[in-house]
């Protein structure tokens, strides 16, 4: 484990407090670390993963459809709906 000294703002620091009420934490580096795995998770993630540079691949080849108006459009679209 890595121990740090970090200078926080105090909007950063209510918001440490309130993801440490929120999962029941018992100090602000769990609070950090849940911030970090979340990023991860929703922000870091989806971009490393292999399934989705092959999802990526697989949506980039499909091929288009072509629409004459916006009318027409918006008419296939209100019908999947």
């Given at each position: ?14 918001v440490l407090?309130i993801?440490?009420?929120q ?9 950090i ?8 998770q929703?922000i870091?993630?989806?971009?490393l ?10 949506i ?5 459809i ?12 209100e019908?999947?709906?």
């Amino acid at each position: 484990m890595v121990q740090a000294i970090i200078n926080v703002g105090d909007d950063t620091n209510r918001v440490l407090n309130i993801v440490k009420a929120q999962f029941g934490l018992k100090d602000k580096s769990e609070a950090i670390e849940v911030m970090a795995q979340r990023y991860e998770q929703e922000i870091l993630e989806p971009a490393l993963r292999s399934e989705y540079i092959e999802k990526l691949n697989k949506i980039e080849k499909q091929k288009g459809i072509k629409f004459k108006s916006m009318a027409e459009l918006r008419r296939i679209i209100e019908d999947k709906a």
